[in-house]
């Protein structure tokens, strides 16, 4: 079982393009797909548990007893990739839609095929998975600050409190909840063991699926979309180049190892804009081009990752050298 999910981490980037070209496919050649927009939420639940659920609790609480590194994180994520989205959306037209689709997007942190890239690319994958569940709740509190900063008065009509709240219940608390009793549960019989680390081959199959449902269901809406979504292309390059050169900065400026300081920096790069889509689908007219800036983001992005998996392992080749037995790095 442990070779089967190594594989398919191993594999999971062709995987994922093979998945988006398949569902761009059906979309494309099969009217009705748009209806499998119901099924986003689901899967981006299981979706949810199944990377909460590789996070032991053990793990979770050395993960925030690590305080620079989670310090470095949050600023990278929370201070610094805003500034940088700040500065990147005034090149774009006024349009109050495509900016909010670009800033739904660029101000959520990854917090699922990240954690695989990062251990690809020689960064301390541990570290950023059990921090998962600290960047998805940071996201969703902050999101509709950030939104509201960056947009002014037009945020007031676009942006509402209640997909957040919806969002922070069934992407955060229940799959959170049902992890965390799956690996009690874990502990107490031989039985569920068994059944957890059956669910470890999960994480690269549900995104897979989310990528398939996502997909699928806004191919048939892009046509209508594509020449507005495209505004953002040139946006989308400049955040990927910079924002882990950035991170990796802030990683230096926290004096982590280098493995922690990469850990950052594929966070810094790399956004959630499969559980955002969410929120977008929410926001009155933002179809369809909402979710076409959101899903060009994505494309973008795992093209980018494997520029990442390649480049930012010869990050810290001299690595940087905190003090020793340091509780906060």
Same mark, same amino acid.
């Given at each position: 079982?442990?070779?089967?999910?190594?594989?398919?981490?191993?594999?999971?980037?062709?995987?994922?393009?093979?998945?988006?070209?398949?569902?761009?496919?059906?979309?494309?050649?099969?009217?009705?797909?748009?209806?499998?927009?119901?099924?986003?939420?689901?899967?981006?639940?299981?979706?949810?548990?199944?990377?909460?659920?590789?996070?032991?609790?053990?793990?979770?609480?050395?993960?925030?007893?690590?305080?620079?590194?989670?310090?470095?994180?949050?600023?990278?994520?929370?201070?610094?990739?805003?500034?940088?989205?700040?500065?990147?959306?005034?090149?774009?037209?006024?349009?109050?839609?495509?900016?909010?689709?670009?800033?739904?997007?660029?101000?959520?942190?990854?917090?699922?095929?990240?954690?695989?890239?990062?251990?690809?690319?020689?960064?301390?994958?541990?570290?950023?998975?059990? @921090? +998962?569940? #600290?960047? &998805?709740?940071?996201?969703?509190?902050?999101?509709?600050?950030? !939104? =509201? $900063?960056? %947009?002014?008065? *037009?945020?007031?009509?676009?942006?509402?409190?209640?997909?957040?709240?919806?969002?922070?219940?069934?992407?955060?608390?229940?799959?959170?909840?049902?992890?965390?009793?799956?690996?009690?549960?874990?502990?107490?019989?031989?039985?569920?063991?068994?059944?957890?680390?059956?669910?470890?081959?999960?994480?690269?199959? @549900? +995104?897979? #699926?989310? &990528?398939?449902?996502?997909?699928?269901?806004?191919?048939?809406? !892009? =046509? $209508?979309? %594509?020449?507005? *979504?495209?505004?953002?292309?040139?946006?989308?390059?400049?955040?990927?180049?910079?924002?882990?050169?950035?991170?990796?900065?802030?990683?230096?400026?926290?004096?982590?190892?280098?493995?922690?300081?990469?850990?950052?920096?594929?966070?810094?790069?790399?956004?959630?804009?499969?559980?955002?889509?969410?929120?977008?689908?929410?926001?009155?007219?933002?179809?369809?081009?909402?979710?076409?800036?959101?899903?060009?983001?994505? $494309?973008?992005?795992?093209? *980018?990752?494997?520029?990442?998996?390649?480049?930012?392992?010869?990050?810290?080749?001299?690595?940087?050298?905190?003090?020793?037995?340091?509780?906060?790095?």
């Amino acid at each position: 079982m442990t070779g089967l999910r190594e594989a398919l981490e191993a594999r999971q980037v062709g995987i994922y393009f093979a998945t988006v070209l398949a569902a761009a496919a059906l979309g494309a050649a099969v009217p009705g797909t748009a209806a499998l927009e119901a099924a986003i939420n689901p899967a981006l639940a299981l979706m949810l548990f199944a990377t909460f659920l590789q996070v032991p609790l053990a793990d979770l609480g050395r993960a925030l007893a690590r305080v620079r590194f989670l310090a470095a994180l949050l600023a990278a994520n929370f201070l610094v990739a805003p500034l940088l989205v700040l500065a990147l959306v005034q090149t774009l037209p006024g349009d109050p839609m495509l900016r909010l689709g670009v800033l739904l997007v660029l101000l959520a942190p990854c917090i699922d095929y990240v954690v695989t890239f990062a251990h690809i690319g020689r960064a301390d994958a541990r570290l950023l998975l059990a @921090a +998962t569940p #600290v960047l &998805l709740l940071a996201q969703m509190l902050l999101l509709p600050v950030y !939104l =509201g $900063l960056f %947009l002014g008065e *037009a945020a007031q009509g676009l942006v509402r409190a209640e997909p957040f709240l919806h969002a922070f219940v069934w992407l955060i608390a229940v799959p959170l909840a049902l992890a965390a009793a799956a690996q009690v549960l874990a502990g107490r019989s031989e039985g569920a063991a068994r059944a957890v680390r059956g669910l470890g081959l999960l994480p690269v199959p @549900a +995104t897979a #699926v989310v &990528l398939f449902v996502v997909v699928a269901s806004v191919t048939p809406q !892009l =046509g $209508l979309a %594509l020449e507005g *979504a495209v505004r953002a292309l040139p946006l989308y390059l400049a955040y990927a180049v910079a924002a882990p050169l950035l991170g990796w900065g802030v990683a230096r400026l926290a004096g982590l190892e280098a493995p922690a300081g990469r850990a950052v920096a594929f966070s810094a790069g790399t956004r959630n804009s499969l559980v955002v889509l969410p929120l977008a689908f929410a926001v009155p007219g933002g179809a369809p081009l909402l979710p076409a800036i959101i899903v060009l983001q994505t $494309l973008v992005e795992l093209a *980018a990752s494997l520029a990442y998996m390649r480049l930012i392992p010869r990050l810290g080749a001299r690595a940087l050298t905190p003090p020793p037995d340091s509780p906060g790095g």
